[in-house]
T-cell receptor
């Protein structure tokens, strides 16, 4: 699969602040998925984006897929302590056989 | 449905020992994968399978073997454990082609001394 770069690696926020993590690729992505992993837990699927310029919302979470399908972002509005964890993006490449994950962004929230 | 199950949850091995990490899913998923997770490295794909009898290498396959004799089971074998294989191992499955929602097992934390 292609390589996706995630930034930042770490983010610490005060509860109530917003948070954004970015996923970037040098080549066009066929689709992108986002996962959340709580500390000590396993990754859990959040969403998949497929279309150029796509925007999807889940409560306080907003997911975007870039117009060129080379980048994606996850934005959390007004973070809560329950948002703590590592957020990963993943892409399946052209063959769709295997998912390749970014290195993740660890979010910590100070109450 | 139990989803994706993994055993054991924890394991300590000595260098050179062999063992098998078990993974099973009861969702009739075609695709199954093994990942290892190390600090700062994210999730790296070890091996994957797109159906019974079909396996292929991922990003970091050396030192690991897999087989897929049934749809449900996808064991990961460490042939001769090395300290570099100390990691958390996740098994995952998904329905199949174009179905990218991947379901992960709870993980196995392996320490090799």
């Amino acid at each position: 699969g292609q390589q996706v770069m995630q930034i930042p690696q770490y983010q610490h926020v005060q509860e109530g602040e917003d948070f954004t993590t970015y996923c970037n690729s040098s080549t066009t992505l066929s689709n992108i998925q986002w996962y959340k992993q709580r500390p000590g837990g396993h990754p859990v699927f959040l969403i998949q984006l497929v279309k150029s310029g796509e925007v999807k919302k889940q409560k306080r979470l907003t997911f975007q897929f870039g117009e060129a399908k080379k980048n994606s972002s996850l934005h959390i509005t007004a973070t809560q302590t329950t948002d703590v964890g590592t957020y990963f993006c993943a892409e399946s490449g052209g063959s769709n056989y295997k998912l390749t994950f970014g290195k993740g962004t660890l979010l910590t929230v100070n109450p | 449905n139990a989803g994706v199950t993994q055993t054991p949850k924890f394991q300590v091995l000595k260098t050179g020992q062999s063992m098998t990490l078990q993974c099973a899913q009861d969702m009739n998923h075609e695709y199954m994968s093994w990942y290892r997770q190390d600090p700062g490295m994210g999730l790296r794909l070890i091996h994957y399978s797109v159906g019974a009898g079909i396996t292929d290498q991922g990003e970091v396959p050396n030192g690991y073997n897999v087989s897929r004799s049934t749809t449900e089971d996808f064991p990961l074998r460490l042939l001769s454990a090395a300290p570099s294989q100390t990691s958390v191992y996740f098994c995952a499955s998904r329905l199949g082609f174009l179905h990218n929602e991947q379901f992960f097992g709870p993980g196995t934390r392996l320490t090799v001394l």
